[in-house]
């Protein structure tokens, strides 16, 4: 099946920094990627969609000035953790739809830890 | 709205025991339904889904039917193998491929 990567697969930060994680798909091309966020022993929260070409549209309560996403190509979209604090730590999951055809199966990345000292 | 609830873990069996992982749903309108398997280390993959009421999802041994009027998805396996140890998923598709996710339910199989 297609592959989707991350990277760093986890990082530590200070508290204050901005962190950027990026997350590819290798063997294919995705105009939209999800980015999700889960917590320890909780579901996996959509933050966010990543569109190539134009502005994410993030879920409600999800600080688009903080979590700033940048789709660049169609194999890459960026997230940057601005300003990190230690709440911000936590599991960050991306995703990307199988392709055309209507199909709603989706590849996920291996996630990025993320912890904010 | 919409969102799921599966049972919580971890679920620990001995190896060749019969599997029942449950899921119920709220939704608005009638969603897609899947379940994916998280194997440590790796991303998460899709098992299989259903896209309508009655449907029976199956991959690997797994099964799933798709009950409108218990608004569930239970994921079942009648033999399950240590190597099925995992987190497993059930999620629906609210709309335009954005998935909502139940908490996740850890499985743990002994020889």
């Known amino acids: 099946g297609a592959v989707v990567s991350q990277h760093p697969s986890w990082v530590i930060c200070k508290s204050g920094t901005s962190v950027k994680i990026e997350c590819r798909s290798l063997?294919?091309?995705?105009?939209?990627m999800f980015w999700y966020r889960q917590f320890p022993k909780q579901s996996l929260m959509l933050m966010a969609t990543s569109n190539e070409g134009s502005k994410a549209t993030y879920e409600q309560g999800v600080e688009k000035d903080k979590f700033l996403i940048n789709h660049a190509s169609l194999t890459l979209s960026t997230l940057t953790v601005t300003s990190a604090h230690p709440e911000d730590s936590s599991f960050y999951i991306c995703?990307?739809?199988?392709?055309?055809?209507?199909?709603?199966?989706?590849?996920f990345g291996p996630g990025t830890r993320l912890t904010v000292t | 709205g919409n969102s799921v609830t599966q049972m919580e873990g971890p679920v620990t069996l001995s190896e060749e025991a019969f599997l029942t992982i449950n899921c119920t749903y709220t939704?608005?309108?009638?969603?897609?339904l899947f379940w994916y398997v998280q194997y440590p280390g790796e991303g998460l993959q899709l098992l299989l889904k259903?896209?309508?009421?009655?449907d029976k999802g199956s991959n690997k041994g797994f099964e799933a039917t798709y009950r409108k009027e218990t608004t569930s998805f239970h994921l079942e396996k009648g033999s399950v193998q240590v190597s099925d140890s995992a987190v497993y998923f059930c999620a629906l598709n609210r709309g335009f491929q954005k998935l909502v996710f139940g908490t996740g339910t850890r499985l743990l199989v002994s020889p």
């Open positions: 063997d294919f091309q995705a105009t939209t």
């Open positions: 259903a896209t309508k009421a009655d």
């Open positions: 995703s990307a739809p199988s392709g055309g055809g209507g199909g709603d199966e989706q590849y």
């Open positions: 939704a608005t309108g009638y969603p897609s």
